[in-house]
């Protein structure tokens, strides 16, 4: 399929849908919206979820194709980059902080955010300012006392923010400062430390597998992020595809000494991890910690993709 022009576009995209959803993969939409979605083929769509999810732009990630669904007539696939999948740090609400709803097709004559309209298109197109002015807002740094580095200096408190509890300023530039909206959600060193800090969050500070929140001196956690599906084989920046690890427990996951069960018990390579080295580095019921909040349970897939593709094969 030939891209008919670049743009941006809103994909809405509930947790729980009556299309053929393949998140992170495949897109499934009517053909009301093909035009649209074709416009966006090669660039960046911004993923919003309703009152029956968030309730805000989520994440953002790059569409590569549209295909017919062989199935279901009048009906396609918008081909999406999982590699390309950010989450957002931050939920973005319809609206900015004056109040004045992000998308203009969505706002009422005060400028606010409207019901009914264009609420209820499934896919909308998005201008590139108001795009650059979602993603900033979105990839807004975490400042929780969790999401914190485990090292690096601690920024001193200014107002009424504690000194320990609040990134240094930097991360992503806003638009203007860079000129190339690209780069920056491309950057690997950017993605690496929003992705830690998401995941450090969604798990509390504390190791998905032993159970232990241990804490520098500066109150920094110590666990690491982990990417599931490994960024080599094409693993997302999403914390549905991230496990909160201490540090050891983080290498013998990654070299697949370790993995995780459908029914989420730590599964464990016996020829290579003795079990008293398990007894001692597992939470006594041996089974994966997760998130409080489901949105950020690991993925089925993602989880099974590392027990077929990593767990056992490497040394």
């Known amino acids: 399929m ?3 022009g670049m ?3 809103v994909f809405v995209q509930n947790p729980q849908s009556i299309y053929k959803d393949k998140p992170g993969e495949l897109y499934h939409f009517p053909r009301r919206y ?3 979605v074709r ?4 660039d960046w769509v911004i993923f919003y979820e309703g009152r029956a999810g968030a309730f805000g732009y989520v994440g953002v990630q790059k569409l590569l194709d549209v295909v017919p669904d062989p199935t279901m007539d009048a009906h ?3 081909v999406l980059d999982l590699g390309s999948l950010l989450d957002f740090e931050q939920v973005v609400p319809r609206a900015d902080p004056l109040g004045r709803a992000y998308e203009a097709c969505l706002r009422g004559e005060d400028g606010r955010p409207i019901s009914g309209g264009a609420n209820t298109s499934a896919v909308r197109r998005l201008d590139p300012l108001t795009f650059s002015r979602i993603v900033d807002a979105g990839l807004t740094p ?4 969790d999401s914190l580095p485990r090292d690096g200096p601690l920024p001193e408190a200014t107002g009424d923010r504690a000194a320990g509890f609040a990134e ?3 991360g992503f530039e806003p638009p203007g400062s860079t000129g190339d909206r690209e780069t920056v959600l491309t950057s690997r060193k950017k993605r690496d430390a929003a992705f830690a800090r998401m995941v450090k969050a969604a798990y509390g500070g504390r190791c998905a597998i032993s159970g232990l929140m241990l804490r520098n001196g500066g109150g920094r956690p110590e666990v690491q992020a982990a990417h599931i599906r490994p960024v080599k084989d094409g693993g997302p920046d999403a914390v549905r595809n991230g496990l909160a690890l201490s540090g050891t427990l983080h290498w013998m996951f990654d070299r697949g000494l370790i993995s995780v069960g459908e029914d989420m018990r730590i599964l464990i390579s016996h020829n290579k991890v003795p079990q008293e080295t398990a007894h001692r580095l597992f939470a006594p019921e041996q089974r994966l ?3 409080r909040n489901p949105r950020h349970h690991p993925h089925p897939e993602f989880l099974r993709y590392h027990r077929e593709q990593v767990f056992g094969q490497l040394v």
């Open 39 to 42: 416009e966006a083929i090669g």
């Open 168 to 170: 240094a300023p930097g």
């Open 289 to 291: 910690i997760l998130p």
């Open 76 to 78: 396609y696939f918008a």
């Open 2 to 4: 030939v891209s008919s």
């Open 142 to 145: 975490l400042e929780s006392a």
């Open 7 to 9: 743009g941006h576009a």
């Open 34 to 36: 093909l035009g649209m």
